[in-house]
Every structure is written in structure tokens, then in C-alpha cells.
């Protein structure tokens, strides 16, 4: 499975930008880029995902580099209610694929 | 959207016992359930996919007799820790994709946190 490197932790003030940053260098051709989050104690929840296009959705933006060997996690307006450990995770496309998750990012906002 | 729903949330039992985790789909299907393990301040390591009507796939260092997994229907997957012990004791999260459908997205239950005195 290729592997994503994320910084362990970042900060960031509440209602500024954040950017999460991922690098996956060993990607392949047909790997999805996957964003999901987790608050303490509780299971991951989905957050964005994309193949080689940036894309948008209601709860962040995901920008991918034209080699797509790094991608960045946005998110507009950081919420105290954001604060959370962020994975990136490279995963096949197809509904019976596996995620692996790695360390992720833990992102703190501080009010 | 989807919803996992995971039954017991939370569980302590003694060193020797067997406990049994649910893990449904509330309102879709699903072919493919996966089951995680998270220790404190740990990420989530990947134990098993658990498919409907067939034997599970179990990832390395994964001993499928202590962890047996059961897909009995399309909304239900049940991991049974056998002959628990404290080294067991874990926070254990099932997840699952809508049957049929490629969204990228996994949907994830609330999790168990499993205590073995």
C-alpha cells in the first residue's frame, strides 16, 4: 500500500484558513486520495476525497498537485468543532477496497 | 447520509471471557464491512474485511481464531474477541461502503471500547 507522510500536529486560529497538508510520492495511477477526520473518542467521519481534479464539497476543499504526489486538505474556516486528527489516505477505487490509515495530522484551534 | 450503528459502545469484562461486537448498517447495505483497532493515541489499524456470505480476510498479525468475524446478512457484521485478555482491551471500529456504489466514502460506527479486567 503506498504511503502518505502527514505532519504530526498543526495549529490554527478559529475562523481563519487551514491547510493540511500530505505528501504521497509513491502513488499510482488508479489510487484515490481520501480525507477523513476523528474526534476523540468517536470513529472517523468522511471529509473529501479525489483522484486527480481539485475538488469541493460542503465541509472542506481538496487541492491535488499535477503529479499528484501531494495534495492539500482546506479547510476555509477553522471551527473549534474542527479540531481533530486528520488522516490522508491513499485507497484503490472500488467498494471493496481497504483504507489504511497512517498517523494523520492532529489540528488544534485554538479560539 | 449512511449511518453505522455499533452495539456495545462500551464493554468490560473478565480475562478469559468472549464478547461480541455489532456492527450495523441502519438505512443500506453493505457487501463489505472492515474492522479496526485503535489503542490510545494510536492510528486505526485495519484487522479484517469482513464479507456477506463468505469467510473474512484477515490483515497479517491478525489471528482470525482469536478474532472470529461473522457477515451474516448485508446489514450485519459481528467481531468476536475470544478468551479476552487485558492486551485486548482496545477502542474496536467497524466501517462499510453502500453496496454497489463507488462514493469514496466509508461510513464509520461510533466504536467499542473494550475493557478486559
Known amino acids: 500500500d503506498a504511503k502518505t507522510t502527514q505532519p504530526n500536529s498543526m495549529e490554527s486560529n478559529e475562523e481563519e484558513p487551514v491547510h493540511l497538508p500530505c505528501n504521497h510520492s509513491?502513488?499510482?495511477?488508479?489510487?484515490?486520495i481520501h480525507w477523513y477526520r476523528q474526534l476523540p473518542s468517536q470513529g472517523p467521519e468522511y471529509v473529501i476525497h479525489?483522484?486527480?481534479s481539485n475538488v469541493n464539497n460542503r465541509m472542506a476543499s481538496l487541492a491535488i498537485a499535477e503529479d499528484r504526489k501531494s495534495s492539500t486538505l482546506i479547510l476555509h474556516r477553522a471551527t473549534l468543532r474542527d479540531a481533530a486528527v486528520y488522516y490522508c489516505?491513499?485507497?484503490?477505487?472500488?467498494?471493496?477496497?481497504?483504507?489504511?490509515f497512517g498517523t494523520g495530522t492532529l489540528l488544534a484551534v485554538q479560539p | 447520509g449512511a449511518v453505522v450503528s455499533q452495539h456495545p459502545s462500551w464493554v468490560i469484562c473478565k480475562s478469559g471471557t468472549s464478547v461480541k461486537i455489532e456492527c450495523r448498517s441502519l438505512?443500506?447495505?453493505?457487501?463489505?464491512m472492515f474492522w479496526y483497532r485503535q489503542f490510545p493515541k494510536q492510528s486505526l489499524m485495519l484487522m479484517a474485511t469482513?464479507?456477506?456470505?463468505?469467510?473474512?480476510?484477515?490483515e497479517q498479525g491478525v489471528e482470525k481464531d482469536k478474532f472470529l468475524i461473522n457477515h451474516a446478512s448485508l446489514t450485519l457484521s459481528t467481531l468476536t474477541v475470544t478468551s479476552a485478555h487485558p492486551e485486548d482491551s482496545s477502542f474496536y471500529i467497524c466501517?462499510?461502503?453502500?453496496?454497489?456504489?463507488?462514493?469514496?466514502?466509508?461510513?464509520f460506527g461510533e466504536g467499542s471500547r473494550l475493557t478486559v479486567l
Open positions: 466501517s462499510a461502503r453502500v453496496a454497489g456504489v463507488y462514493t469514496g466514502e466509508l461510513f
Open positions: 509513491t502513488i499510482s495511477g488508479t489510487d484515490y
Open positions: 479525489g483522484l486527480t
Open positions: 489516505i491513499l485507497g484503490l477505487g472500488g467498494a471493496t477496497n481497504k483504507l489504511i
Open positions: 438505512d443500506f447495505q453493505a457487501t463489505t
Open positions: 469482513s464479507n456477506e456470505g463468505s469467510k473474512a480476510t484477515y
